[in-house]
């Protein structure tokens, strides 16, 4: 047993009366708020309908909708916007993505990871590996260093940088590269 002023304490009691002064013997440190960046909400399985005077114009699916303070959102998972004609009776074009960030004060979509579109009536397919789709002035386009492939029914096209309309029923390859047809494109895999 030790001796401490007087009283006898065995030496367990010792070290609980000093183990309190030795905890504050340190300072005590603030710490700064984290500021949290990450989603508000998420929505699983979302289907969008956007539609004008009654008439469906596009269909937006996707298994995970994450919304951010800024009204940002990112569909982390996948994404699939399909595009109605006019009347909004048929389809006229699908665009699909493995990720999307609509930024929501340019309404400017931004698809990445095999992007794939199609226009139906031309059985036409564009694919790339990041798309920006522009909603306000209803047009699709890459940048110029983008490898696109757009393949017809009969031929093959191959270059760099697209610009079209959202059906696809216009556009425009900016460096193209090389025209094949079909066959020629499956024989030398392109």
Same mark, same amino acid.
């Given at each position: 047993?030790? @001796? &401490?002023?007087?009283?006898c304490?065995p030496a367990a009691?010792?070290m &609980?009366?000093?183990?309190?002064?030795?905890?504050c013997?340190e300072?005590?440190?603030e710490?700064a708020?984290v500021a949290y960046?990450?989603?508000?909400a998420?929505? !699983?399985?979302?289907e969008?309908l956007?539609?004008?005077?009654?008439?469906?114009? &596009?269909?937006l699916?996707a298994?995970?909708?994450?919304? @951010?303070?800024?009204?940002?959102?990112v569909?982390p998972?996948?994404?699939?916007?399909?595009f109605y %004609?006019?009347p909004g009776? *048929?389809? *006229?074009s699908?665009?699909?993505?493995? $990720?999307a960030?609509?930024?929501?004060?340019?309404?400017l $979509?931004?698809?990445?990871?095999?992007?794939?579109?199609?226009?139906?009536?031309?059985?036409?397919?564009v694919?790339?590996?990041?798309v @920006? $789709? %522009?909603?306000?002035k209803?047009?699709?386009? !890459?940048d110029?260093a983008?490898?696109?492939r757009v393949?017809?029914?009969?031929q093959v096209?191959?270059g760099?940088g697209?610009?079209?309309?959202?059906d696809?029923?216009?556009?425009?390859v900016?460096r193209? !590269?090389?025209? @094949?047809?079909?066959?020629? *494109?499956?024989?030398?895999?392109?």
């Amino acid at each position: 047993m030790g @001796f &401490l002023g007087g009283w006898c304490l065995p030496a367990a009691g010792l070290m &609980l009366v000093m183990l309190p002064l030795v905890g504050c013997s340190e300072k005590n440190v603030e710490i700064a708020p984290v500021a949290y960046k990450g989603p508000l909400a998420e929505t !699983t399985n979302v289907e969008t309908l956007v539609s004008d005077s009654a008439r469906l114009q &596009l269909r937006l699916t996707a298994p995970l909708e994450q919304q @951010f303070e800024n009204g940002d959102v990112v569909y982390p998972k996948s994404v699939k916007a399909i595009f109605y %004609d006019k009347p909004g009776k *048929a389809v *006229a074009s699908t665009l699909e993505a493995n $990720y999307a960030k609509v930024e929501k004060s340019t309404q400017l $979509y931004t698809m990445r990871g095999k992007v794939r579109m199609v226009s139906v009536p031309e059985q036409q397919t564009v694919t790339s590996e990041e798309v @920006f $789709y %522009d909603k306000l002035k209803h047009r699709i386009y !890459t940048d110029t260093a983008m490898f696109v492939r757009v393949q017809s029914p009969t031929q093959v096209l191959l270059g760099y940088g697209l610009v079209a309309n959202e059906d696809l029923s216009w556009y425009k390859v900016k460096r193209p !590269t090389g025209t @094949f047809t079909l066959e020629e *494109a499956k024989a030398q895999g392109k």
